[in-house]
């Protein structure tokens, strides 16, 4: 998770959040899940990558070759933190291709999202 998300200000760029994962062979996807909304539910794919609230920088997408087929990072951040998105939690969710024997779906640990309130940050200008 990022290290610090600072109110109404967006990620930044050396603190994006990522997803890792094996997608399997045949190839299945990710996608990335918050509790947003109460319960766990899709947040962000490579199909909707950028629902307002935060985007997937699909120029940094990483795929590779893998052990058990496409190995894949999502990189991700907010266009802008709100203070109602303090410990909403995110996950990583891998979905295996329908072709595949197990159709069981992958979770990553949960993580909390931190917001420090834009009041108690302090800047000082050289």
Do not use: W
């Not at 610090?4 to 299945?28: M, R, Y």
């Amino acid at each position: 998770m990022a290290a610090e998300i600072i109110e109404n200000k967006g990620t930044l760029a050396s603190s994006v959040f990522s997803c890792h994962g094996e997608l399997g062979n045949p190839t299945g996807h990710m996608e990335i899940q918050s509790d947003f909304n109460g319960g766990f539910d899709t947040f962000l794919t490579l199909e909707d990558n950028d629902n307002g609230i935060a985007f997937i920088n699909i120029h940094s997408n990483d795929t590779a070759d893998g052990t058990c087929g496409f190995g894949q990072v999502l990189y991700f951040a907010f266009h802008k933190a709100n203070v109602e998105y303090h410990l909403k939690r995110f996950r990583c969710a891998l979905y295996p291709s329908e072709e595949a024997d197990d159709l069981s779906v992958l979770y990553s640990e949960e993580k909390p999202v931190i917001v420090v309130r834009g009041k108690y940050t302090h800047y000082m200008f050289r």
